[in-house]
């Protein structure tokens, strides 16, 4: 951590700053600048959780040098994290696929999607039986009803569930229903969410908020960690900006840096990133090509008859199609060695 | 609702877009453009929340026409709200202030902080018991213990408490507690917080979440209106955007939009919004004179030793002399009747 | 300049930033972290301008610690600049007013606006000739015929002007006819303009781009003042972000921002702020609390006729009833000594 | 075009709305929402262009239906544009790639990479002589030396050229000694420059504006074609967003949107997009898997000497192995029929 003072800043302003640092136990070093003096501090800045050196006299500005996550960090974990969800690995050579109907809206409904999916050679199953919609009026979601028929078309299909949990008191269902646990992204930072999740043991998809910095989301994933769940998986879903042509703004970049900044597995969801099923394919191919350890995808028989987010869910049709596209490129990434380094 | 028909729609298109609609008991209406052709819908569109339209063939885009909440709409209850909480009006004619540190961190801390609250003279010590924080490894609050501190300020005060509830378990102690429960902006859409909260009965203040717009921000007032609070605060606190300087952007402009949209009374916190404490006296009396119902600010004794945002907090002296700066101006404009009008 | 290593950073890699950073004549100072080392940098680092520090092996990251613009600066010139045009005084003690149409459209339109605008007490009349306008089929300003019947508003009502220059081979032509030239918010890092502009010499103002930084901001001043021309005025006009229903966001907290890192009076802009006529006025109150020296309003008297941003455009009724508002509250600022001190 | 009125619109205010719109030749239909009218505009709106609806009395919101932007539109022109330059072609079959340093410092500097971009397989030579800095301090660029040296090197190695315009002084010689011109995302809405640029007739690559909606942008090349230039290459480099570790947000769904909206090829800066030369590879591989008519990277045979942005560039070595897998992806995608299908 660096302390910027002001220009103007006195020697007992500046002194004051270093003994409010040491009275911590930190060790603090003064370096003369040009204009102005910066005070470096050295050690574990945790311990200067309790002390607010910005509102100091003759503070200008504090700047963090170290990353506030440790369990989510590659530089304290070298390896990439590979989780193994009853044989499927996350994190692995090959990719995974996660699709489904964005709710369960029924029985029938989810099982026909069902078939689909598995035929096109996906791993997982999702779709919601807890749906967090902006408007209370909307559809939220079959609950216990919707988990049911989840596990039903695992019975049937061999597919992995994954589901999203919205409240504590949904942990336990879902966990009892599903493979992976989803953390949706106005949860990202519902710590108390988090913490309850973390204790569970079970694997959790942590996706991005709305407007979450990549920082914000790898302390999210180190809730989790922290609480005893060390497979956290991440997924980027689309950041706001001021551009409304798409739902969200897909942000591909996050795959490579999260590949830099952390060991565990990253992978798309190029649905709510983008809004619109025209855009799902090229932004599917171009995740694999950035390097993601997989996709989240919404397909819906009938797109136009779902009961939230028709528009950005494929057919059955295009849902094929696009399988078979990702599985040559994938093959081909690995054959050619295109898979980026982690430098 | 008007939805717009690309360009090379066929009739067969328009037509099944036409059924589509009229199928859920609604009224549908074609209008020929010069280029494309628009389809009207007639009635509550909440009947539509099973259809995805935007997913038919031949669909460019969708246009909302009304708002989607009704309970926090200005539009279905014209006067403004005033809500009484034992005395003090919120939304009165007189703006309500609440102060206090962030974070409860010890009785001491606390009941000298209310001391100076108490003087300055606000009507409600603010102070969290539970602090939804970035990196698990910070002061995470004094929970329970942090709430009776809080019941024993207003004992020796007589000041009204407004504290934050971030988990549905926090809610019965919360409300035993305080006055008024405060929802984060973490949690602005955590939406099975909003109905276990709404259905208290308890007011609430609802802050605006990091990168809400203001149509999602009532939406969220609704799902607490809808459960039976009918009884809620909105607070601007700053939205997310490119700019660094600031901890957030103060968006000020959102008191006119929700005086215009919303019958809700609206107070706004400088403190969260600006992240500096040189700024939150001149952002405070802009809220005033933007028309605001009020101000949240953080107040700290000693800024340097807070626990979390000591760099946004007042000292005791900085904090009496903004607030004779409020009182005066809030009765100036009240005198001159500068307050805006509803229009 | 800190200069952040990686945490596995080499004795190597370290050595070759210091000698790098000494061979442009500066000094380098390591600094031992507890998991990395940090490089200080010492002197002006202008030099450092033909260096990419950051692209060396093993550096993480560059902190700035001085700003990059020094005439602008308000810790190289500790008192505030008043503009002196013919007599009116911009930053000092009374706020100036510049009022008139977003477009010149005819010289009727425009004389009937300037006596508007002089009977409510603007200072200046405001008018676009040439107008940059998103799409080529917009109205795109009368041009010279334009600036001639600003120049004929002047000689009736003695009121200054101020108008937007787009082109470098418009600055002749608009400083012929005005008193201060405009720089809009698409040309704030038009650099070839700037340089320009800021040999003529006349005063500029320089709104704030549409998604600029204070700092770009402020260093897009320092390239006119660089150039020869100290007269700098600038003016927030609202920066783009995720919500939809203004125009823009109007960042009121810039005004506290700009008053403690820079020495320029800064006006602001509610009209393009928001975009919306119904919130001008609780925005131009909230500015002037805030400390503003100035307000830039549209007025048109007949809005729903106006060429460009009728929606935003005051009729001549509420503007009068604007500016009395105006000037009480500025009146009620000083006399209670309520504007911000510079800290 | 939809004009919305308020649910208390008056029936004057409505018919008011409608001979408005009538007057300018235009036809009006009112459609009877559940709560509230609205009318609709049937023509050309263009001719709107001088009334300000939105001012109207009880007008709550206006609804764009058609684009402002018909050159670039593919409504207009179903077929996507190959641009033949000497023989390249831009928009066709094989992506096409410019490599080169930021900006030309030095003769030997420039011949030098250009050697290194001949051997890897690109087509083009980029190097700024002109270069729009942030601050006037940095370095602006050799100018017209700058473009010599860049003559000098396409006739040694047969590389086309594109360099930035960045004043209409320039364009003399920038068109003199380029085979492109381009417009950088700080000129994106710089509208005199665009027109004369236009005028000049040779190709154009016009950069995303920092902060451009894909709306704006479209307008942008509008202003460009519809002064004469047919012949306007697009090129995503990163949108302004809150998250601070990337430079920009590489936005790589605009391809995808590009290619539905408009039939002008599109190209990729992912050296400006990301500002981190880790992230360029695995980027560009996305640029191309998601259907990208090339790219557009910084070179630099030194980038910890560079003198503008060497962070983000890729030494030689990099270049080299990124180029290899950009084509054997792009042979990839065109060998299965991967592209993505304008729909």
Redesign the interface.
Known sequence: M?I?MN?DATEKDISEVVN?VEETGLQA?I??????K?V?V???K?KL????????NGVENI?A??K??KLASR?FHPQSTVIDIGGVKIGGAEPVIMAGPCAVESREQLLMTAEIVKKGGAQFLRGGAYK????????QGLEVEGLKYLAEAREKTGLKIITEV?????IAPVAEYSDVMQIGA??M?????L?EVGKCGKPVMLKR???A????WL?AA??IM??GTPDVILCERG????????RN?????A???V??LSHLPIIVDPSH??GK???I???A???????ADGLMMEV?PN?????????Q?LTGEHYLDLME?VR??SK?MRD?N?A?LV?
């Open positions: 660096v910027i220009i409010t070093k370096m003369e600048g040009a204009q102005q910066i470096g050295i050690g574990d945790t959780a309790s002390v607010a050196i910005e509102a100091m700047v040098i170290s506030s996550y530089e967090p919609r902006t408007s209370p009026y909307s559809f919205t409240t504590v008191e949904g106005r949860n930072q519902n710590f108390g969410l913490k908020g709305l407007s910095t990549i920082d914000e302390n180190e809730y922290n609480a950041i706001r900006t001021y551009e409304t042509y798409t703004t897909l942000d591909l970049s795959v490579a840096a590949k830099h990133g983008t099923w025209r855009m394919k090229p932004m191919l171009a995740a694999i090509a950035a390097g819906h797109p136009a008859k779902a009961m939230s987010d028709g528009s869910s596209g040559k490129l081909f050619e295109l980026p430098a």
